[in-house]
């Protein structure tokens, strides 16, 4: 009988090989939200502090933009008003997004978000098209120029009012100048509080660049989630072990030889 050399195989783990297709887009997927969720936690543990600090000593120093919407109309309300185009700009990153149509529950319109009482105490006129002057009342406040610079304006009277303390005037910008006077500062409130390091940490980027990238204004966005952001880089890491346990209990199979029959 001709030798015949047979080889068999024996279970002894693991199975070798490349992981299932599922597997890796689950590792994937798990990572990018790991990675967004470490990032908003850097940007306002460690930049948002920097920022704050940052516009209290130098946010008035000028630094046109460019490079986003509207960045023509920002630079020249904020020169009439004599403000940092990067502070004006960081307001209207913050309250609106660059949106000209927002609106908020409260009633606040436009890119800087004014309020029509606001808007009326402006004594300086402004006109636009009458197709957008019928969308609001007091009319223009959609006009993206009308609206920078009615709040641009306001804007310049709070940091007169608090004597170029700037995070005093944000937080009046945001919660009303008599609220700011009430508490001797920044009021108390999670959603004011929220705003001026917002606003601070729009600055701190346009400050030193000029611009925001989109995935700045996406953080910028996101900052608020910060108390979610610590509990999804748990479950995010918690989430790529059970990879590692499943792959552990899986058996690997090796080719071993059984010997040479005759």
């Known amino acids: 009988m001709r030798g015949q050399n047979t080889v068999g195989t024996m279970p002894i783990g693991r199975r070798l090989g490349g992981a299932p297709g599922w597997l890796i887009v689950y590792v994937v997927v798990c990572l990018a939200a790991l990675l967004f969720a470490a990032a908003i936690l850097y940007v306002t543990s460690v930049q948002v502090p920097a920022a704050v600090a940052g516009l209290s000593r130098d946010g008035a120093i000028a630094r046109p933009v460019h490079g986003i919407p509207y960045a023509g109309m920002i630079n020249r309300a904020a020169d009439t008003h004599h403000l940092?185009?990067?502070?004006?700009?960081?307001v209207v990153a913050t309250e609106s997004g660059f949106n000209a149509q927002a609106r908020s529950a409260r009633g606040a319109y436009g890119l800087m978000q004014v309020m029509p009482a606001t808007w009326r105490e402006q004594s300086r006129a402004r006109g636009c098209a009458v197709e957008v002057a019928r969308l609001t009342v007091p009319p223009c406040m959609d006009d993206p120029a009308a609206n920078i610079e009615a709040g641009t304006a306001y804007l310049r009277r709070l940091v007169d009012r608090f004597k170029g303390n700037?995070?005093?005037?944000?937080?009046?910008?945001?919660?009303?100048?008599?609220?700011?006077?009430?508490?001797?500062?920044?009021?108390?409130?999670?959603?004011?509080?929220?705003?001026?390091?917002?606003?601070?940490?729009?600055?701190?980027?346009?400050?030193?660049?000029?611009?925001?990238?989109?995935?700045?204004?996406?953080?910028?966005?996101?900052?608020?989630?910060?108390?979610?952001?610590?509990?999804?880089?748990?479950?995010?890491?918690?989430?790529?072990?059970?990879?590692?346990?499943?792959?552990?209990?899986?058996?690997?199979?090796?080719?071993?030889?059984?010997?040479?029959?005759?």
Do not use: K, M
Not at 84 to 90: Q, S, W
């Open 84 to 90: 940092n185009p990067a502070l004006v700009a960081a």
């Open 166 to 262: 700037l995070p005093y005037a944000l937080a009046a910008y945001n919660a009303g100048a008599g609220t700011v006077e009430h508490h001797d500062g920044v009021p108390p409130f999670p959603e004011t509080t929220r705003y001026v390091r917002q606003v601070a940490l729009a600055w701190l980027h346009l400050q030193r660049d000029g611009t925001l990238s989109p995935v700045w204004r996406a953080l910028l966005r996101s900052a608020h989630l910060e108390r979610y952001a610590r509990v999804a880089v748990a479950i995010g890491v918690g989430a790529l072990a059970l990879p590692l346990f499943w792959l552990a209990q899986r058996p690997l199979f090796i080719h071993v030889g059984r010997g040479i029959h005759r």
